[in-house]
């Protein structure tokens, strides 16, 4: 089954329309789906609770560093 990911949009909320990038965001989020999957698997397979498990993957994202942030 194929994944349907968002539109993806510029923060002047223009499209995401090259091709070649779309491809590029499409296979990394097959890639962390495929990751978080796993993770949540392995997790459920050691007695971690999955209400604990959603939320570690939750926080994990906001977590994440935007090395282009315009200051």
């Given at each position: 089954?194929?994944?349907?990911?968002?539109?993806?949009?510029?923060?002047?909320?223009?499209?995401?329309?090259?091709?070649?990038?779309?491809?590029?965001?499409a296979?990394?989020?097959?890639?962390?789906?495929?990751?978080?999957q796993?993770?949540?698997?392995?997790?459920?397979?050691?007695?971690?609770?999955?209400?604990?498990?959603?939320?570690?993957?939750?926080?994990?994202?906001?977590?994440?560093?935007?090395?282009?942030?315009?200051?």
């Open positions: 089954m194929k994944n349907e990911w968002p539109k993806w949009v510029r923060d002047d909320g223009s499209v995401v329309s090259c091709t070649e990038k779309v491809k590029v965001m296979e990394n989020f097959d890639e962390l789906k495929q990751i978080a796993d993770a949540m698997e392995d997790g459920l397979l050691m007695e971690v609770s999955e209400e604990q498990m959603r939320a570690a993957l939750h926080a994990l994202v906001d977590t994440l560093v935007n090395p282009y942030n315009k200051i």
